[in-house]
């Protein structure tokens, strides 16, 4: 169960999907309901079976057909898996199987972390005046609240003190890269032709002000006495106008480097960014998990990242990449570093890289991991 399936909102969206088609491959039924509209056009390019049963168009997802649907409609499943708190399809499954002899957990996708409140603190406010009669007992009534790392786990003790729940750790994967997309470097340097003979620092996903885009380019700005010939492509859908303030950004700085915005990437294309990427980059303020840091692991690509990602512990520790603070000199030190970093030894990372994504973060073993929480016995 998910708030929406648009793939433009992020992270949550990627691991409902790449979850449920691992569940599905191993020989279970997944059906994904949604509070989309019916005709939503990104659940045609859904393969899984769902029912889209509409909401408002609150933030909340107010929908008056869902808790009526879950009562005729949910007794059938087994498991029922809650994608994300704070909105309405969260209160409607505990409404519906806090009593009910059918388990349900819960995947909060960092929405517990308390980076939100202290950025938002008129929001945090807000969420403690409805905290206690409904996220608080939608968490202590599941069978498990799921972290996707250990970080998330313990970062979700610290945003409300009145919390209770059955904690369990179970990573997020994706699939190994697609061997299909044979010449997608050459298709991506020749729909940006400024990358050609740079080395590219890539960041992939939602241009949002908690991703840290703006340390990059005052980062880049610091490293002007630099002979290497770098660039920088931020590669996502823009979310709240940032995609326009980075641009001023850049433009104020003068940078001397290609600075590319390509939007969102999909298929050979997004393919072709990673294999023209030198490194990934990605100075979040705050990362449940970095399924795009796991994406540029599974493709050989070192990942610089900040300490704020959820599973920097694992890169450092298997030598993926480099991890440095959240603020501008972490950010001018993961670049500086990168640079400096000799060519047999960005090699050794790149296939560190590939081997931390086998052992850790395919997509197989994170369902894995998943059905043994599904499975354990009731207390």
């Known amino acids: 169960m998910v708030r929406t399936l648009d793939p433009s909102t992020g992270g949550v969206v990627r691991a409902v999907l790449l979850l449920s088609g691992a569940l599905a491959r191993a020989g279970h039924e997944v059906e994904i309901v949604s509070l989309d509209l019916p005709d939503s056009p ?11 049963l509409g909401a408002s168009s609150s933030t909340y997802g107010y929908s008056p057909n869902l808790l009526p649907w879950l009562r005729e409609e949910g007794g ?3 498991r029922v898996i809650v994608n994300g708190i704070w909105q309405y399809h969260s209160f409607a499954a505990w409404r519906r199987y ?3 002899p059918i388990p349900y957990y819960v995947f909060p996708h960092g929405m517990l972390d308390p980076w939100f409140r202290r950025t938002y603190p008129l929001k ?5 005046l409805y905290w206690p009669w409904a996220d608080y007992r939608v968490l202590r009534d599941a069978k498990a609240v799921i972290f996707t790392a250990e970080q ?10 009145l919390y209770r729940c059955r904690e369990r750790v179970s ?15 050459e298709l991506f340097l020749e729909k940006y032709p400024a990358l050609r003979n740079t080395r590219v620092l890539l960041f992939l996903g939602r241009l949002h002000v908690k991703k840290g885009c703006d340390l990059l380019l005052d980062a880049l700005a610091q490293l002007r006495s630099s002979n290497e010939p770098l660039s920088l492509v931020l590669a996502g859908p823009d979310q709240e106008g940032s995609a326009e303030r980075l641009r001023v950004q850049s433009a104020r700085l003068n940078l001397p480097m290609p600075i590319v915005f390509t939007g969102m990437l999909e298929g050979a294309m997004k393919a072709g960014a990673f294999e023209a990427a030198d490194a990934f980059i990605l100075p979040s303020h705050q990362e449940n998990f970095g399924l795009s840091v796991v994406e ?8 610089l990242i900040s300490n704020c990602v959820n599973i920097w ?8 990449g480099y991890v440095e603070s959240d603020d501008l000199a972490g950010t001018t030190r993961l670049i500086e570093r990168w640079v400096q970093t000799s060519p047999a030894v960005r090699d050794s990372m790149r296939e560190k890289a590939r081997k931390c994504f086998a052992s850790r973060f395919e997509i197989h073993r994170a369902a894995d991991s998943l059905l043994e929480v599904l499975r354990e016995p009731s207390d």
Request: proline content about 6%; cysteine-free.
């Open 42 to 52: 990104w659940l045609g390019a859904t393969r899984h079976k769902g029912r889209a």
């Open 76 to 78: 059938r499943f087994d």
């Open 98 to 100: 806090a009593e009910s």
């Open 124 to 128: 945090h406010l807000k969420k403690w």
């Open 152 to 161: 998330e786990r313990l970062e979700a003790r610290k945003s409300f003190w």
């Open 171 to 185: 990573p997020l994967g994706v699939e190994a890269p697609d061997p299909i997309h044979v010449g997608s470097r």
């Open 296 to 303: 540029a692991l599974a493709a050989g690509v070192p990942v």
């Open 313 to 320: 512990r694992e890169i450092e520790g298997d030598g993926a």
